[in-house]
């Protein structure tokens, strides 16, 4: 109609930098690839990471410098003293050498069913999630399944069967991997189905790239930061169901965690006998331990929730808070 | 030189509310031809199923009937396998199609390596960077992420992108109406003399009739599914038959008349006899796609 574009001022193909709101200054330490999936330097996240760190060395390089957890000295429930910076247990052996040995296996079993459940929630979660149809339905379901069983009761009984003499390590882990990554497998599910339908997904299948590189390479790295918050979650829920199998009786047969220190300490009567040294420790450390995934859980979750996100990222970015708002709310429109 | 040819597309989607199943007919034949140094607009309101005629030819849903064809310079028809070296897309939303997490490098490499363009991490590199020269970036702009670039840039290099793998058909989806009205038109020129220099077919798809005439040579009305006017850009806009494309063009603004409305409120879209009819500018003469359909079928 009339209201063609007049073809004077803009008409011209715009040289390289005249374009309105033309290339920003390189800026110092600006967040390219993987910086960008690592969450803000805040308080929170320094105090997690301290906790769990300190955790992990103790775990780490405490059996290093202990002695023999399992020696029995004729000094029964005595309390902390110079020897004995943690006190004994009622068959004499030294509580400190044990935390080391017990933080160590606790640490051991939190680590490998982490692993294995965030492999297998991204497995079920991603695959079915990005497949969509016959084989979403079947996997949604199958973690349904999976979501509704009530997890303790379930590994009890699983445990139970186990005949004591194989219960390792190994298997309460995968027991414990197992009963645990349906509730990931359902948050990467969600996930995966907004990312799918982005149009990045969409312009890689037009490059022609194949569905395993476009889950692998387009689709996984936006789920770092969901898949680095459900391997956290699952490491504490791990340790605490190890933690609580142990105590029971139901733990690994041949290896010492937390749990089954607490599991000794309350056969050996060390609440009736006010032995606090012995109980104190190992329930202290996992929740320390606990207590410092979950700040850093809280830190990833500025990532995957941008609600939470401050405007600017770190010292440096915060100084421009006003363009990188602007930015955030852009990139989170979308 | 490839040619793109669009017979009798068809797209049925089915919805589901509980155990009732209704099929929804997005596009219902549509036929158009993509023809080397030439652009065809294809012009129509929200849901006219304009986008969903995009993404089948770039193969991201499966047409329910009809065909698709890239026709080499030979006369024979591209296969399959081949198909994405020839036909690509730019996408409507510049802030969606670039992945946030990888640098514009891997956006333009990954097309470059997967068509074969260039090999070795240095020929990839430098590719890049003539594709980015063309699309008017500087080359320094490659390893950066999306999220540091404006609208336009980012556009940008979707456009490159989508030259990458040698395209010679290129659909674009609406490509300037998330931008900045003052980036619109460098983009649009940008396509244009891209198009003038590699002789590219281009399906300009948009509902903003003043850049469909400014930027076409012909334009193709969509309403509800059905193609219900076609012919060269000046006679659909200047001359519309059809009584949408009539509300499409009196919908513009027309600046001439500030204040005023240029028609007398035309109302509710007023359902006339000739909705299921198509006028072609070029035969002259009102086509009903289904009847000839019908005749083709007595006749055969």
């Given at each position: 109609?009339?209201?063609?574009?007049?073809?004077?001022?803009?008409?011209?193909?715009?040289?390289?930098?005249?374009?309105?709101?033309?290339?920003?200054?390189?800026?110092?330490?600006?967040?390219?690839?993987?910086?960008?999936?690592?969450?803000?330097?805040?308080?929170?996240?320094?105090?997690?990471?301290?906790?769990?760190?300190?955790?992990?060395?103790?775990?780490?390089?405490?059996?290093?410098?202990?002695?023999?957890?399992?020696?029995?000295?004729?000094?029964?429930?005595?309390?902390?003293?110079?020897?004995?910076?943690?006190?004994?247990?009622?068959?004499?052996?030294?509580?400190?050498?044990?935390?080391?040995?017990?933080?160590?296996?606790?640490?051991?079993?939190?680590?490998?069913?982490?692993?294995?459940?965030?492999?297998?929630?991204?497995?079920?979660?991603?695959?079915?999630?990005?497949?969509?149809?016959?084989?979403?339905?079947?996997?949604?379901?199958?973690?349904?399944?999976?979501?509704?069983?009530?997890?303790?009761?379930?590994?009890?009984?699983?445990?139970?069967?186990?005949?004591?003499?194989?219960?390792?390590?190994?298997?309460?882990?995968?027991?414990?991997?197992?009963?645990?990554?349906?509730?990931?497998?359902?948050?990467?599910?969600?996930?995966?189905?907004?990312?799918?339908?982005?149009?990045?997904?969409?312009?890689?299948?037009?490059?022609?790239?194949?569905?395993?590189?476009?889950?692998?390479?387009?689709?996984?790295?936006?789920?770092?930061?969901?898949?680095?918050?459900?391997?956290?979650?699952?490491?504490?829920?791990?340790?605490?169901?190890?933690?609580?199998?142990?105590?029971?009786?139901?733990?690994?047969?041949?290896?010492?965690?937390?749990?089954?220190?607490?599991?000794?300490?309350?056969?050996?009567?060390?609440?009736?006998?006010?032995?606090?040294?012995?109980?104190?420790?190992?329930?202290?450390?996992?929740?320390?331990?606990?207590?410092?995934?979950?700040?850093?859980?809280?830190?990833?979750?500025?990532?995957?929730?941008?609600?939470?996100?401050?405007?600017?990222?770190?010292?440096?970015?915060?100084?421009?808070?006003?363009?990188?708002?602007?930015?955030?709310?852009?990139?989170?429109?979308? | 030189?490839?040619?793109?040819?669009?017979?009798?597309?068809v797209k049925e989607f089915t919805l589901r509310?509980?155990?009732?199943?209704?099929?929804?007919?997005?596009?219902?034949?549509?036929?158009?031809?993509?023809?080397?140094?030439?652009?065809?607009?294809?012009?129509?309101?929200?849901?006219?199923?304009?986008?969903?005629?995009?993404?089948?030819?770039?193969?991201?849903?499966?047409?329910?009937?009809?065909?698709?064809?890239?026709?080499?310079?030979?006369?024979?028809?591209?296969?399959?396998?081949?198909?994405?070296?020839?036909?690509?897309?730019?996408?409507?939303?510049?802030?969606?199609?670039?992945?946030?997490?990888?640098?514009?490098?891997?956006?333009?490499?990954?097309?470059?390596?997967?068509?074969?363009?260039?090999?070795?991490?240095?020929?990839?590199?430098?590719?890049?960077?003539?594709?980015?020269?063309?699309?008017?970036?500087?080359?320094?702009?490659?390893?950066?992420?999306?999220?540091?670039?404006?609208?336009?840039?980012?556009?940008?290099?979707?456009?490159?992108?989508?030259?990458?793998p040698g395209a010679q058909v290129i659909v674009?989806?609406?490509?300037?109406?998330?931008?900045?009205?003052?980036?619109?038109?460098?983009?649009?020129?940008?396509?244009?003399?891209?198009?003038?220099?590699?002789?590219?077919?281009?399906?300009?798809?948009?509902?903003?009739?003043?850049?469909?005439?400014?930027?076409?040579?012909?334009?193709?009305?969509?309403?509800?599914?059905?193609?219900?006017?076609?012919?060269?850009?000046?006679?659909?806009?200047?001359?519309?038959?059809?009584?949408?494309?009539?509300?499409?063009?009196?919908?513009?603004?027309?600046?001439?008349?500030?204040?005023?409305?240029?028609?007398?409120?035309?109302?509710?879209?007023?359902?006339?006899?000739?909705?299921?009819?198509?006028?072609?500018?070029?035969?002259?003469?009102?086509?009903?796609?289904?009847?000839?359909?019908?005749?083709?079928?007595?006749?055969?």
């Amino acid at each position: 109609m009339t209201s063609v574009i007049p073809p004077s001022s803009g008409l011209e193909d715009l040289p390289p930098g005249t374009e309105p709101g033309a290339l920003p200054p390189p800026a110092a330490g600006r967040r390219t690839g993987w910086r960008a999936v690592l969450p803000a330097w805040t308080p929170k996240l320094a105090v997690g990471l301290g906790l769990v760190v300190v955790i992990a060395l103790f775990g780490l390089l405490g059996p290093v410098f202990a002695g023999d957890p399992a020696t029995i000295r004729n000094i029964g429930l005595t309390g902390p003293s110079g020897d004995h910076w943690l006190g004994t247990t009622q068959t004499g052996q030294d509580v400190l050498d044990q935390l080391t040995h017990a933080t160590r296996g606790s640490l051991q079993i939190g680590l490998l069913v982490g692993v294995m459940a965030t492999a297998l929630s991204a497995l079920f979660g991603v695959i079915g999630g990005y497949a969509g149809g016959i084989v979403d339905e079947a996997f949604s379901l199958f973690s349904n399944v999976m979501l509704v069983i009530p997890g303790l009761p379930l590994v009890i009984v699983i445990s139970g069967f186990v005949p004591a003499d194989q219960r390792g390590s190994w298997t309460i882990a995968l027991v414990l991997a197992l009963t645990g990554w349906a509730a990931a497998a359902r948050v990467l599910r969600a996930q995966t189905l907004s990312l799918r339908n982005r149009d990045y997904v969409a312009a890689a299948r037009v490059a022609g790239e194949k569905p395993w590189r476009v889950i692998c390479v387009e689709i996984l790295p936006n789920l770092l930061p969901v898949l680095a918050s459900q391997f956290v979650f699952s490491v504490i829920a791990a340790i605490l169901s190890e933690a609580g199998l142990s105590f029971l009786g139901l733990g690994a047969s041949n290896s010492s965690t937390l749990g089954t220190m607490l599991y000794f300490a309350q056969n050996g009567f060390a609440l009736q006998r006010e032995a606090w040294w012995w109980f104190v420790p190992p329930g202290l450390i996992i929740a320390a331990f606990g207590c410092g995934l979950a700040l850093i859980n809280l830190s990833l979750d500025e990532i995957i929730n941008p609600r939470l996100r401050r405007p600017g990222r770190g010292r440096a970015a915060r100084a421009l808070s006003g363009s990188s708002r602007k930015d955030a709310v852009r990139s989170t429109a979308v | 030189m490839t040619t793109l040819e669009v017979r009798d597309l068809v797209k049925e989607f089915t919805l589901r509310s509980g155990l009732r199943r209704t099929r929804l007919r997005a596009v219902h034949r549509v036929g158009f031809t993509l023809v080397p140094g030439r652009t065809v607009a294809l012009v129509g309101a929200s849901g006219s199923g304009k986008s969903t005629v995009a993404r089948m030819i770039a193969r991201l849903e499966k047409p329910t009937s009809g065909t698709i064809a890239a026709v080499g310079p030979d006369g024979a028809r591209i296969e399959d396998r081949h198909y994405r070296d020839h036909v690509q897309m730019v996408f409507q939303d510049p802030f969606a199609s670039l992945n946030p997490f990888h640098s514009i490098e891997h956006h333009l490499a990954r097309p470059l390596v997967l068509h074969g363009r260039a090999k070795g991490r240095e020929q990839v590199r430098d590719r890049a960077a003539q594709l980015l020269e063309r699309v008017n970036l500087p080359a320094g702009l490659m390893d950066r992420r999306p999220h540091e670039l404006s609208g336009g840039q980012r556009q940008r290099v979707a456009i490159a992108r989508a030259l990458a793998p040698g395209a010679q058909v290129i659909v674009a989806d609406e490509p300037v109406s998330m931008l900045d009205v003052s980036s619109r038109l460098g983009v649009l020129n940008l396509l244009a003399r891209l198009q003038r220099e590699d002789d590219l077919a281009v399906l300009y798809i948009t509902h903003d009739l003043a850049t469909a005439r400014h930027f076409s040579d012909s334009i193709v009305v969509m309403n509800r599914g059905r193609i219900v006017e076609r012919g060269p850009a000046d006679d659909v806009i200047l001359d519309p038959r059809h009584p949408y494309t009539k509300t499409l063009a009196a919908a513009a603004p027309d600046p001439e008349l500030r204040g005023r409305l240029r028609s007398a409120d035309p109302g509710p879209e007023a359902s006339s006899d000739r909705d299921h009819l198509t006028y072609d500018h070029d035969a002259g003469r009102w086509v009903d796609i289904d009847a000839d359909a019908q005749a083709a079928v007595t006749a055969a």
